[in-house]
T-cell receptor, first 112, second 114 residues
Framework: QKEVEQDPGPLSVPEGAIVSLNCTYSNSAFQYFMWYRQYSRKGPELLMYTYSSGNKEDGRFTAQVDKSSKYISLFIRDSQPSDSATYLCAMSASGGSYKLIFGSGTRLLVRP | DTGVSQDPRHKITKRGQNVTFRCDPISEHNRLYWYRQTLGQGPEFLTYFQNEAQLEKSRLLSDRFSAERPKGSFSTLEIQRTEQGDSAMYLC????????????FGPGTRLTVT
């Protein structure tokens, strides 16, 4: 079983919809939770990061972490065709290398 | 500052050849990471440097792989005697030691071994 599980999709939504992307994890040592966006054949782009549990909002994006359930979410409001990409969750334990453990990514398609 | 850069962007090589990739991190970042990403998967950690010291290596990093960061600035990743299974996107990321989890990635080097 992978440390981080993420539904690969694809997830297809109409423009303007609210998108919900999720990951589950098994390692209780994870303290930092990141969301990256990756366009085809490009490097991942850091969208948001959250420390421990709680919510964080940045424009149209909201990240939620529920450590008791080992479950994290990214919500995208008023989705746009330009949001079409693969979304990767990533996690890190505190201390040491802070190496990121990634999910396999969810492909999102926002239809005009 | 233009972010993390990687060179080359694409590399096609024949099995058995050696290849070397370069990464230039964000200038004020002292931590540098290498990851590998295969199709349909998320990036997997290979190794990381703090300044010039290589402090952790994944078991994915076989003896054919070597990484250096000689002056604590740019880094190179060399693969000797390439195999078809080495075909992947090789990603470099950098961060400051104060916010190590906030890693910024370069565009990657796509390696194809024929």
């Amino acid at each position: 079983q992978k440390e981080v599980e993420q539904d690969p999709g694809p997830l297809s939504v109409p423009e303007g919809a609210i998108v919900s992307l999720n990951c589950t994890y098994s390692n209780s040592a994870f303290q930092y939770f990141m969301w990256y966006r990756q366009y085809s054949r490009k490097g991942p782009e850091l969208l948001m990061y959250t420390y421990s549990s709680g919510n964080k909002e940045d424009g149209r994006f909201t990240a939620q972490v529920d450590k008791s359930s080992k479950y994290i979410s990214l919500f995208i409001r008023d989705s746009q065709p330009s949001d079409s990409a693969t979304y990767l969750c990533a996690m890190s334990a505190s201390g040491g290398s802070y190496k990121l453990i990634f999910g396999s990514g969810t492909r999102l398609l926002v239809r005009p | 500052d233009t972010g993390v850069s990687q060179d080359p962007r694409h590399k096609i090589t024949k099995r058995g050849q050696n290849v070397t990739f370069r990464c230039d991190p964000i200038s004020e970042h002292n931590r540098l990471y290498w990851y590998r990403q295969t199709l349909g998967q998320g990036p997997e950690f290979l190794t990381y440097f703090q300044n010039e010291a290589q402090l952790e290596k994944s078991r994915l990093l076989s003896d054919r792989f070597s990484a250096e960061r000689p002056k604590g600035s740019f880094s190179t990743l060399e693969i000797q005697r390439t195999e078809q299974g080495d075909s992947a996107m090789y990603l470099c990321a950098s961060s400051s030691s104060h916010i190590s989890y906030e890693q910024y990635f370069g565009p990657g080097t796509r390696l194809t071994v024929t």
